[in-house]
């Protein structure tokens, strides 16, 4: 089992910036490729950013291409969410997400493990 606790949400105004971080527990957190997701109210979850199991590929969606970055420290067993120029849109709940393997990946069904979320609130 792999646990996984998010924190870093807010409100924030248009343009401000948060990080978010989440702590894994409970396995060898190199083992495991990490995801940052979304659900805004009404609206499907989505992929928003994924990094392998070294740190040194990582992938977004388009739309938080270049305002999002993903990073990992291995040694703290932490992933980050570093959020740049928020807009109204990136409103929803982002989930951190675990799977044991190498490479990246935007697809939600091959995670096995989610944290609870931390809602992040921007507003115009």
């Known amino acids: 089992q792999v646990q996984l606790v998010e924190s870093g949400g807010g409100l924030v105004q248009a343009g401000g910036s948060l990080r978010l971080s989440c702590a894994a527990s409970?396995?060898?957190?190199?083992?495991?490729?990490m995801g940052w997701f979304r659900q805004a109210p009404g609206k499907e979850r989505e992929f928003a950013a994924a990094?392998?199991?070294?740190?040194?590929?990582?992938d977004y969606l388009d739309s938080v291409k270049g305002r999002f970055t993903i990073s990992r420290d291995n040694a703290k067993s932490t992933v980050y969410l570093q959020m740049n120029n928020l807009k109204p849109e990136d409103t929803a709940v982002y989930y951190c997400?675990?799977?044991?393997?190498?490479?990246?990946?935007?697809?939600?069904?091959?995670?096995?493990?989610w944290g609870q979320g931390t809602q992040v609130t921007v507003s115009s």
């Open positions: 990094i392998n199991r070294s740190g040194g590929s990582t």
């Open positions: 997400a675990a799977y044991r393997g190498v490479y990246m990946s935007g697809d939600a069904d091959r995670y096995e493990y």
């Open positions: 409970g396995r060898t957190f190199s083992n495991y490729a």
